[in-house]
């Protein structure tokens, strides 16, 4: 009987304050406001480029890429986080170099960061894989970090040649995704 006594002033509380909120709110402007749940959860919206810090990333072969000056060489940077021990980087990457190959013509860059890996696994890898485009390592996630950190593996970044971000995929990204992602950057 305590708990349904309870529950019913529970229940003329709510009212009370519902209604006296409702009075302070013109009822026809109230589709303005913004709810807890969408302040909580802004995002940059999607399409908004954010410009990337000057970044150098060493290849597995050595050689030193300075971002900005791969940027500014082409109409679009395609970079790739994956590793080896992640299945569903290891079924894109053949996607990723028949698309590199197609659209290598097109000033399109692709660039592969081998995370949480070891050298040696990545180096046997990309000879099994027959992979051409530059790989690089990313132990400490150094170069993660400057794209404002990478949690899902694969995840892939598109840069324009103005060194912003312009497209982030996470996941799996198919050869046929991978192809209209493009397609619809390049125009």
């Not at 908004?48 to 597995?60: A, E, F, N, Q, S």
């Not at 995929?169 to 125009?187: A, F, I, V």
Request: charged share 25%; hydrophobic share 45%; with cysteine.
């Amino acid at each position: 009987m305590v708990a349904v006594g309870g529950f019913l002033i529970g229940i003329i509380l709510f009212a009370q304050v519902a209604n006296h909120v409702h009075k302070i709110f013109d009822p026809l402007q109230i589709k303005n406001l913004v709810s807890v749940k969408q302040l909580f959860s802004a995002k940059i919206p999607e399409g908004v480029p954010v410009k990337l810090p000057d970044l150098i990333i060493t290849t597995i072969e050595g050689e030193q890429l300075v971002l900005k000056e791969l940027t500014s060489r082409n109409r679009l940077v395609v970079v790739n986080f994956w590793a080896s021990w992640c299945s569903p980087c290891v079924e894109e990457m053949p996607h990723f170099e028949k698309i590199n190959r197609d659209y290598q013509n097109k000033n399109v860059t692709f660039l592969g960061i081998a995370t949480k890996d070891l050298l040696s696994v990545v180096r046997k890898f990309i000879v099994q894989k027959e992979i051409t485009y530059k790989i690089a390592m990313d132990d400490q996630d150094k170069i993660a970090n400057a794209f404002g950190g990478v949690k899902v593996l694969p995840t892939t970044i598109f840069i324009d040649n103005n060194n912003r971000i312009v497209k982030i995929h996470k996941g799996y990204l198919s050869q046929r995704e991978l192809d209209e992602n493009l397609k619809d950057l390049l125009h």
